[in-house]
Structures are given as C-alpha cells and as structure tokens.
C-alpha cells in the first residue's frame, strides 16, 4: 500500500514542496530545484507570482548547459536530476513568490520559493600593491555551520567551513564568520595588482539554496607610502613610528594593529580626529591631515612583534598599508636586568627618518644606566684600594716599632713563641746601697726553659711589681698616687 501511495503523489501534479530563501539588495541567490528523473527530458522553468498567472522569468529545454536570460540563469543538471536557478543584481522589490517547475504534458510539477530581498550594501575597496584588507560583508542567518566559498572566476575558488568564531585560512585569504554582529569578515593579504577585479562571496545555507554577494577590488601602487619598515629598541623603551597614507583617505578612520598569531588585530587603537592625541593602553596616535601622517607612540615594547598602519573606510573595510616590524634587543646584561628597573617609558626618544617617512627611536635612558654602573664600580676600587694602603701602612709601622731593641728602648715580649716562669723569691742577698732600706727586697729573677734566649745578653722579663707600702723608704716615689704599678719589660744589660 505504501509503495501505491507514494507512486500516487508523484504522478498527481502540484505542490512537490516549498522554501523559503534571504538575498541581499546588490548581490544574488542560487536556489537549487529537484525533480523526478522520469521528467530528465522536460523542459524547466522559473516564474514569479501566483500559480493561476505565474509568469516566466527564464526557460530552456537545454541540458547540462547555462543558459541566461537577463538577471536570471539555469542550469539543468540531468545526471543528479536537479536544475539550479540563480538571480543576480537582487533590489528590494524583487522580493515575492516565485516557482521553479517541470513542464509536462498534463499539469505542471512545482516547488514554491519564498524570496525575501534585505538591504545590502555595494562593496567597492581599494588597497595597495604589498597591503592587506579586510572587506566586510553583512548578511543575517540563523544556520550555525554554513559552507563559504570566496571566488575571484569560477576556477579560483577557496572554501572555508567556519564551524567556530575563529579566522579559517586557505593561502592568502582567510574568512571569519562573527554571528553575532551579522557580518562574514574576509582577509586578503600581500596584495598585488593581478588581485584588482570582480570577486563574489558565496554563503552556503544549506542544500536548497545559497546567496552571495559582490565586490570590486582596486589594487593601487603609490609612491608615497612605505610597504615596510623594521625598528629596533631595547627591552622595556618606547618606540616611536611615522606613517604616511594617500591623500584621498586624508577624512578616513586610521589605525595601528598589532598582529599576534592568527589574529589579524589583537589590539588596536584608532583615531577619528585631526590634530588630537588619542592613547589607551600602550599606544598613542596623533593624525595630521594636512600631512597626511598618522604618528604612533608604543611604550614598554618587551618582544618582537609586527603592527601595521592603516585606514577604514566608512563602510567598516579595513586597508593595511604599511607593515612595521619592530625587533627588540638587549642591550644591558643578565645582572643589570636584574638589579635595574626597566627604563621610563616616557623617556625621550630619538627619531630617524627613513625613505619610508618612518621614524626610528633609540632610547638615551639605555646608555645612562650602564655609565652610572661604571662610576659606582669604580669608586667601590677605588676605596677598596685606599683602605688597603692604610692597612698595610699601619702593619708596617707596627712592625719597625717592635723590632727596635737598642739601648733606651724597651722591647716587647711576644707571648707566641715562648713562656716565662714566675719570678722566684731566692731569699739571697743582694748589694744593698745607701739609698735603698732593708724593708725592699728584690727578688731574683730566672730564666725560664725553652728556646727563646740565646744569651744573657738577651735576657727580657716579664713583669716586676712594684708595691708602695706605708712603712718603706721615701726614696721610692709614685705617680699620681698611684698604690700599684706594672712594667711591661725588664732588660738585662751586660755591664
């Protein structure tokens, strides 16, 4: 029974099924219409307005052939028994009903197409021979995984499948699908003249149908802007650039990008106004109009990385102009880095201009630090020198002090080498003279065992002891009432 009832529908003419399809007013659709195979041989059609009075926008008995009519062109591919339909140049006011339908000799086959025709834009960008652009193409669309082709003819095409917010690259384009702002992002890099012409933009809905739009690419060589240019600064310094752009984007937007990995921009500054810092972050630009020079100012550069110059035209595409590749280098050392903080980025800066009207800075705070370092080295030798002279000196008036022993002069005993004995109490006699009572007594002295004497001519003693006693003679007086006095050394000297 089911096998009657489906073979019951396809031989009763009418309504096969329906789709509804979005264009944009400057660009095109491609609708894709099936058919039975038994009608391969039938002519196809493509008519808007109600079914009674639908009239006929193209028609062609041709197989696997394009054939054209004005605006519209179909193609019967009789091998996958489908026939493609495709609307060029949309307006608004080609929005309605139309069908795309299978003449036969009873009543017609059909599929009705609900065409709905939203504003778009006409896209014209110029850019310039070893640039870049970005050219953005709005759209509304609810699938989440469309298919992208990007065609300059119909043999140079590359295809991307943006199944994420991310860039996709096929050699030098590269496409992001940003959904949430309705707009397909297309990069174009390393630009040359063969690049200008007519390219189209093919978003791919799904199976039944797909739009795309135009665009028009003007490649210029002019003279009076730098392709590229490279700067050098040390590790945390500033780095000033100049870059010239053509007079005819004198009122466009300008910017400076940074490029990181895929990212086309990571970050970027733009400017609007005439004559008026604008900074955020760690860049600064200043637009002269009336010279046509966008000026930057990136502080506290720390790695290699690449920027580029550019304007945006009021339509939002972006031009890249000038690529400036900045390369950092070291000049302090491991321990200066260490021990230093890094140099001010508003230090000054010292411009050079090259024939790309670019300016490169190379920071004076660079050399001050390594020239402080020197003078505090030197005064540290210097001292450290000086300190050790007046040691040596006071070593060497110490030693000439102690190794005087001539008569007059005492010599000290050094306690290193050699040990004295305590001086012993004979209790022999000795000469007493008038002016010396019998209540002092002197005792002998000996001298002690070891090496340190070779003769009694050498003979040193270590201490004697003078007590002041109340009952003694007056012949024995004593400083500043002293009642103890102690003598270093004794000599002994040969009569």
């Known amino acids: 029974m089911k096998i009657i009832w489906t073979f019951t529908l396809m031989m009763i003419p009418g309504v096969v099924s329906s789709m509804s399809v979005t264009g944009y007013s400057g660009g095109g659709v491609t609708i894709m219409c099936k058919y039975n195979k038994r009608y391969t041989a039938n002519a196809k059609y493509f008519c808007k307005g109600q079914w009674s009075d ?26 996958s028994s489908v026939f493609t339909v495709t609307i060029r140049n949309l307006t608004e006011g ?4 139309y069908y795309c339908a299978v003449d036969t000799y009873l009543r017609d086959f059909y599929t009705e ?23 953005n193409v709005k759209y509304k669309i609810q699938e989440e995984n469309p298919v992208i082709y990007v065609c300059k003819t119909t043999d140079q095409c590359f295809t991307v499948i943006n199944r994420r917010a991310e860039w996709k690259h096929d050699r030098r384009f590269s496409v992001y699908n ?5 707009l397909l992002l297309l990069f174009i890099r390393d630009l040359n003249e063969n690049d200008s012409g007519e390219y189209k933009i093919i978003v791919e809905v799904s199976e039944d149908y797909s739009f795309f739009s135009d665009f028009n690419l003007d490649i210029k060589t002019d003279d009076c802007c730098g392709k590229s240019i490279s700067l050098s600064a040390s590790a945390g310094a500033s780095v000033n650039i100049s870059c010239k752009y053509p007079q005819s984007h004198s009122r466009d937007v300008k910017f400076l990008c940074w490029r990181s990995g895929a990212d086309l921009c990571a970050e970027e500054l733009s400017v609007e106004e005439n004559r008026r810092w604008r900074d955020e972050g760690k860049i600064r630009l200043y637009d002269d109009r009336e010279q046509q020079i966008l000026t930057g100012s990136i502080s506290h550069v720390t790695e290699d990385s690449e920027y580029w110059c550019g304007v945006q035209s009021d339509q939002g595409h972006k031009i890249f102009i000038t690529r400036v590749l900045i390369r950092v280098t070291d000049v302090l050392n491991t321990t200066s880095l260490s021990t230093s903080p890094p140099p001010s980025s508003s230090s000054a800066s010292v411009f050079k201009t090259s024939t790309s009207h670019i300016t490169s800075v190379s920071p004076g705070s660079s050399l001050i630090v390594p020239l402080v370092l ?14 050790l002279f007046l040691c040596k000196k006071n070593q060497s008036q110490a030693g000439d002090s102690s190794s005087q022993t001539g008569p007059g002069k005492h010599e000290v005993v050094s306690h290193t080498g050699c040990d004295y004995e305590d001086i012993k109490d004979t209790h022999k006699e000795l000469p007493t ?21 070779t003769s009694a001519e050498d003979l040193n ?9 109340s009952d003694g003679p007056d012949s024995v007086s004593f400083r500043n009432n002293q009642d103890y006095s102690e003598y270093a050394a004794v000599n002994h000297l040969s009569a």
Do not use: M
């Not at 639908?54 to 091998?79: A, H, M, P």
């Not at 310039?128 to 652009?133: D, H, K, L, R």
């Not at 003693?461 to 006693?469: E, G, M, T």
């Open 374 to 387: 020197v003078l505090v080295l030197l005064f540290l030798i210097i001292a450290g020198l000086l300190l």
């Open 113 to 135: 197409v609900k065409l709905k025709v939203l504003t778009g834009q006409q896209i014209r960008v110029r850019g310039y021979s070893g640039g870049n652009v970005i050219i």
């Open 433 to 453: 003279s008038p002016s010396v009572s019998s209540n002092c007594v002197y005792s002998t002295v000996e001298k002690a065992t070891g090496d340190c004497f």
């Open 94 to 97: 080609d929005s309605g009903t």
């Open 461 to 469: 003693y270590a201490v004697v002891n003078f007590h002041k006693k």
């Open 54 to 79: 639908c009239t006929d926008r193209i028609k062609t008995e041709e197989k696997n052939k394009w054939v054209r009519s004005g605006r519209f062109s179909l193609y019967d591919d009789t091998s």
């Open 178 to 182: 940003d959904r949430s702002a309705g």
